[in-house]
């Protein structure tokens, strides 16, 4: 019987070593977002405004979407602040050396690195509160005893 070496279920890839699939597919949905918005600010008088509303309630979504049951580790989540600044940046269109804090604060967005931990926390709230018979809840408990089973 062959055995598959990787899947995806629910959008999320999942091999024997983890979500790198998914995580390298996340951080690409954020240079692809670059890539569209560039081309919609060109076209635009007021661009500040629709990049920010596209952002903000299209693309952060689509990149988002299952990151609250993924590790990230710090570089990754630079990677996704870093896209996220040179959009802000193109948007109000502002010097590569305007502080960061400026840009966030002027385009009212958080970093990935709140809404991670946002949606982390919810995240493990719906799991604290979810039925014991569920498979989900079961392996998050069995991850939270530490036990490692055989």
């Given at each position: 019987?062959?055995?598959?070496r990787?899947?995806?279920?629910?959008?999320?890839?999942?091999?024997?070593?983890?979500?790198?699939?998914?995580?390298?597919?996340?951080?690409?949905?954020?240079?692809?977002?670059l890539g569209?918005?560039?081309?919609?600010?060109?076209?635009r008088?007021?661009?500040?405004?629709?990049?920010?509303?596209?952002?903000?309630?299209?693309?952060?979504?689509?990149?988002?979407y299952?990151?609250?049951?993924?590790?990230?580790?710090?570089?990754?989540?630079?990677?996704?602040e870093?896209g996220?600044?040179?959009?802000?940046?193109?948007?109000?269109?502002?010097?590569?050396?305007?502080?960061?804090?400026?840009l966030?604060?002027?385009?009212?967005?958080?970093?990935?690195r709140?809404r991670?931990?946002?949606?982390?926390?919810?995240y493990?709230v719906?799991l604290?509160?979810?039925?014991?018979?569920r498979?989900?809840?079961?392996?998050?408990?069995?991850?939270?005893?530490?036990?490692r089973?055989?």
């Amino acid at each position: 019987m062959n055995q598959a070496r990787e899947y995806k279920y629910l959008g999320m890839w999942v091999s024997p070593s983890g979500c790198e699939k998914t995580k390298n597919e996340k951080l690409g949905l954020v240079n692809q977002w670059l890539g569209r918005l560039g081309s919609a600010a060109r076209m635009r008088a007021s661009k500040d405004d629709v990049l920010r509303e596209v952002w903000k309630s299209v693309a952060v979504p689509s990149i988002m979407y299952g990151m609250d049951a993924i590790a990230w580790n710090e570089s990754e989540i630079d990677k996704l602040e870093v896209g996220q600044n040179r959009i802000g940046r193109m948007a109000l269109n502002t010097q590569r050396y305007t502080a960061v804090e400026a840009l966030r604060g002027d385009m009212g967005w958080s970093t990935f690195r709140e809404r991670l931990v946002k949606a982390t926390l919810r995240y493990k709230v719906r799991l604290e509160r979810m039925d014991d018979e569920r498979i989900v809840r079961k392996v998050y408990l069995w991850n939270e005893s530490g036990s490692r089973g055989g």
